[in-house]
T-cell receptor, first 116, second 117 residues
Framework: DQQVKQNSPSLSVQEGRISILNCDYT??????FLWYKKYPAEGPTFLIS?????DKNEDGRFTVFLNKSAKHLSLHIVPSQPGDSAVYFC???????????????FGKGTKLSVIP | NAGVMQNPRHLVRRRGQEARLRCSPM?????VYWYRQLPEEGLKFLVY????????ESGMPKERFSAEFPKEGPSILRIQQVVRGDSAAYFC???????????????FGSGTRLTVV
């Protein structure tokens, strides 16, 4: 039972263009969402997060949008750079689940390739 | 300030052997979380520990897996009698308080890649 889904295993984008990575979730208890970036043979690195009380959070070239009614979020990277090539994971947690608020539920990831 | 340190980076074990994975949290962090990434999958929560306490082991297989975080020294994830299905990347994360990871993103180590042959 996949509660966080990233339906695109891979995405190729030209350098300088916008990259849009999508994520859907099914658990309505999720109230906090994070994006991680992962290079091969390294651990995930935190990129950006968003609380369910917001619909947008921006940090430099990275913007995350949340559509609660659709249970959908997306990460926009603009402009895309070759160094952005990595696997991007969407993750979610549920604060009001009490003891499990620290648990992150991850999607399977989307491999982004930015072509110079 | 060193990040989360995991060792070994790569570990090869024969079926039936024991695997011991170590995680040293960031300085000042007393909360440790272990995750496992099977091939072609996302990371899945295994266990959450504080010093000398297992807080939540709901993600860990009931048999063969155990974890500890002693007062002194690194956190250890132990897998007894390994099977091929245990082959995965095991990641450790740490935080100074329990919700810090939610609010600011957990800091993950580089992982231990376990291969069972």
């Amino acid at each position: 039972d996949q509660q966080v889904k990233q339906n695109s295993p891979s995405l190729s984008v030209q350098e300088g263009r916008i990259s849009i990575l999508n994520c859907d979730y099914t658990n309505s208890m999720f109230d906090y969402f994070l994006w991680y970036k992962k290079y091969p043979a390294e651990g995930p690195t935190f990129l950006i997060s968003i609380s369910s009380i917001k619909d947008k959070n921006e940090d430099g070239r990275f913007t995350v949008f949340l559509n609660k009614s659709a249970k959908h979020l997306s990460l926009h990277i603009v402009p895309s750079q070759p160094g952005d090539s990595a696997v991007y994971f969407c993750a979610a947690s549920a604060r009001d689940s009490g003891a499990g608020s620290y648990q992150l539920t991850f999607g399977k990831g989307t491999k982004l390739s930015v072509i110079p | 300030n060193a990040g989360v340190m995991q060792n070994p980076r790569h570990l090869v074990r024969r079926r039936g052997q024991e695997a011991r994975l170590r995680c040293s949290p960031m300085k000042g962090h007393s909360h440790v979380y272990w995750y496992r990434q099977l091939p072609e999958e996302g990371l899945k929560f295994l266990v959450y520990l504080q010093k000398e306490n297992i807080i939540d082991e709901s993600g860990m297989p009931k048999e063969r897996f155990s974890a500890e975080f002693p007062k002194e020294g690194p956190s250890i994830l132990r897998i007894q009698q390994v099977v091929r299905g245990d082959s995965a990347a095991y990641f450790c994360a740490s935080s100074p308080w329990v919700d810090q990871g939610r609010d600011y993103g957990y800091t993950f180590g580089s992982g231990t890649r376990l291969t069972v042959v």
